[in-house]
Nanobody, 122 residues
Framework: QVELVESGGGLVQAGGSLRLSCAAS????????MGWFRQAPGKEREFVGT????????YYAESVKGRFTISRDNVENTTYLQMNSLKPDDTAVYYC???????????????WGQGTQVTVSS
């Protein structure tokens, strides 16, 4: 079992920045990818980005490319989502997820965090 704990959400004005953290614990030796997803009210869960834990390669949704950056700290088993130039459309609950491969579909990740609310005001 892998436990994921997220932090860093909050309220920010449009154009501002936030950094989300996702700390992994437990049987992390079986994890080779971390993903970030988000879900706004009334919408489906949406891919934001993902990172291959071994080589650090990252992939992003077109809607966040150039504004969001995913990084990792191998020692602390923590993944970060740096969000810059935030827009009201970025408002959602953000989830981190852990799995074997860096993918864009929620079903590819076996473990999920509890989610953290990000609200961007106009």
């Amino acid at each position: 079992q892998v436990e994921l704990v997220e932090s860093g959400g909050g309220l920010v004005q449009a154009g501002g920045s936030l950094r989300l953290s996702c700390a992994a614990s437990g049987r992390t030796f079986g994890v080779n990818a971390m993903g970030w997803f988000r879900q706004a009210p009334g919408k489906e869960r949406e891919f934001v980005g993902t990172i291959n834990w071994s080589i650090g390669a990252t992939y992003y949704a077109e809607s966040v490319k150039g504004r969001f950056t995913i990084s990792r700290d191998n020692v602390e088993n923590t993944t970060y989502l740096q969000m810059n130039s935030l827009k009201p459309d970025d408002t959602a609950v953000y989830y981190c997820a852990a799995g074997l491969i860096a993918a864009m579909t929620p079903g590819s990740f076996a473990y999920w965090g509890q989610g953290t609310q990000v609200t961007v005001s106009s």
